[in-house]
């Protein structure tokens, strides 16, 4: 139950921020060096959570489950 909780929150969060990526975001907030890295990184992990809680919405599995989880993460994350 509780993993579910986390999940949804996960979730909304990201999907409240889907418009900005993790890479905007760094630059607005100005960091560099090892902050900015921490920042991505916690930001992929969320972006990942969020994106497979998306995935089960789709019941998608195997080799497509990997590919959405993949390209959504890409597009949380930006470039």
């Known amino acids: 139950m509780k993993f579910l909780i986390v999940t949804l929150f ?3 969060f990201s999907l409240a921020q ?3 990526t993790c890479n905007a975001r760094a630059t ?3 960091l ?3 902050a ?3 920042f991505l990184k916690k930001c992929e992990k969320d972006a ?3 994106c497979e809680v998306d995935d089960i919405s789709k019941k998608t599995s195997g080799a497509a489950k990997e590919a959405h989880i993949k390209k959504c993460v890409k597009d ?3 470039s």
Do not use: I
Request: hydrophobic share 40%; net charge positive; glycine share 10%.
């Open 10 to 12: 996960l979730a909304s």
């Open 36 to 38: 900015k890295t921490s």
């Open 28 to 30: 607005e907030k100005k």
């Open 76 to 78: 949380s994350v930006g």
């Open 18 to 20: 889907a418009e900005e």
């Open 32 to 34: 560099a060096g090892a």
């Open 48 to 50: 990942r959570a969020a």
